[in-house]
């Protein structure tokens, strides 16, 4: 079953924060994040994983609440570069996890 | 390294065309996956394969085949086009060990249209 995100769509301002969340009606084992600009493919952020610890770069970061089969990504002092679709993907059980299911996807636009 | 190369980039079909999207890794990944993308839907997988050899159907199979004769090409077929086809596919490829503990790598995509 498809995760659900939220929000849809959200506009900031350079150097604002913003947080994506990613919920999903199954148990998670996985959690992956990507960001798509217009035209182009999906590029990998990061990964979750049951049990693991919370993963992030610079200013981009995310949890995994395994318990509320939950994901959030933090987006700390925004960049115009950030602006882009974002889509949790989730895989439900350790031995099928090759296969993710994506959200809908949450569209970040970062004005000057 | 060239990463997940797909053709074509665009393509127009006519309805009950075959064609073949083609779609080849660089990076000896084991799995590869064929998405299609419509607009505000997000990302539906189609086939995806975890070896040479194997395949195993997606969400939304219907009116596609794939074969993987090597570790490298997976291409996807679109056998009698329909509208309904009309979308972005998209191949990716991922190191797998049956835990989701590997980021894919997607390829530029494939713009379909079938009129």
């Known amino acids: 079953q498809q995760p659900v995100q939220s929000p849809q769509a959200v506009i900031l301002r350079e150097g604002e924060d913003a947080v994506i969340n990613c919920s999903s009606s199954k148990a998670l084992y996985s959690v992956h994040w990507y960001r798509q600009k217009h035209g182009e493919a999906p590029v990998f952020l990061m990964i979750?994983?049951?049990?693991?610890e919370q993963k992030g770069h610079e200013k981009i970061s995310a949890s995994f609440n395994e318990k509320k089969q939950q994901s959030s990504l933090y987006l700390t002092a925004s960049q115009l570069s950030y602006s882009g679709t974002y889509f949790c993907?989730?895989?439900?059980?350790?031995?099928?996890?090759?296969?993710?299911?994506f959200g809908k996807g949450t569209k970040l636009s970062v004005i000057p | 390294n060239a990463g997940v190369t797909q053709t074509p980039k665009f393509r127009i079909l006519k309805i009950g065309q075959s064609m073949t999207l083609q779609c080849t890794q660089d990076?000896?990944?084991?799995?590869m996956y064929w998405y299609r993308q419509d607009p505000g839907m997000g990302l539906k997988l189609i086939y995806y394969s975890v070896g040479a050899g194997i395949t195993d159907k997606g969400e939304v199979p219907n009116g596609y085949n794939v074969s993987r004769s090597t570790t490298e090409d997976f291409p996807l077929r679109l056998e009698l086009a329909a509208p309904s086809q009309t979308s972005v596919y998209f191949c990716a490829s991922s190191f797998g060990s049956g835990t989701g503990a590997y980021g894919y790598t997607f390829g530029s995509g494939t713009r379909l249209t079938v009129v």
């Open positions: 990076m000896n990944h084991n799995y």
């Open positions: 979750l994983l049951k049990g693991g």
């Open positions: 993907g989730t895989g439900d059980s350790g031995a099928g996890s090759y296969q993710l299911t």
